[in-house]
């Protein structure tokens, strides 16, 4: 089975304009997605990229744009301000990187993208505990035993590998989608990801 590896920040709102349908095409092709929801901070610094609060004001406003046109484009309810925004995704990640650990990368997967729902369409605070507890039922986890998992502090050390991981592949943003060698950089490129798993 062919796999791809899925490289996303829990907070990024291009990795949840792309989640359903990233999820509909690995399943359509019978791929198998690895998660890894790297710190891309330390990506940035290490790939040239700069930190949102840190662009300049136009690329800040060009943003807020893009994200209008492709909410509309798209008929996903996100929220261009959430309330929540950034989150501290520590937790998130561990949880998420804790079920990938265990072999269930498919609820991994699920967290994932709960999480990005919750946090750009609900507005929840997806740091707190309780609320990724239930996002991770909500996944077909036991959220309550996987929260408390996920605070081990060995995930900390695993994430950092993968993020090391990361950057030595060419991973620069978020959503990366890896197939072999090749790197698809950002739900827009979803369309050129699908002709490559039919190209075989």
């Given amino acids: 089975m062919r796999e791809i590896d899925y490289f996303l920040s829990l907070n990024s709102p291009w990795t949840h304009l792309g989640a359903a349908r990233f999820a509909a095409l690995a399943a359509r092709h019978q791929v198998r997605v690895r998660v890894f929801p ?11 990229g ?5 662009r300049s004001p136009q690329r800040q406003a060009y943003r807020l744009q893009e994200l209008a046109r492709w909410r509309d484009h798209l008929g996903l309810p996100i929220q261009i301000h959430p309330p929540h925004f950034p989150a501290n995704e520590t937790l998130a990640a561990q949880a998420v990187i804790a079920l990938r650990e265990s072999g269930e990368g498919e609820k991994a997967l699920a967290l994932a993208h709960h999480v990005l729902k919750a946090l750009w369409e609900e507005g929840r605070d997806t740091a707190d505990p309780a609320t990724l507890a239930a996002l991770a039922d909500a996944a077909g986890a036991d959220g309550a035993a996987l929260i408390k998992r996920a605070e081990e502090p060995g995930w900390a050390a ?8 990361a950057i030595a592949r060419g991973v620069f943003g978020a959503p990366s989608y890896v197939l072999g060698e090749e790197i698809f950089w950002g739900q827009d490129r979803l369309d050129f990801l699908a002709r490559r798993l039919e190209a075989g």
């Fill in 38 to 48: 790297v710190d891309f901070g330390v990506i940035f610094a290490a790939t040239g």
């Fill in 50 to 54: 700069l930190p949102l609060p840190r």
């Fill in 158 to 165: 695993l994430r950092a590998r993968d993020t090391e991981a």
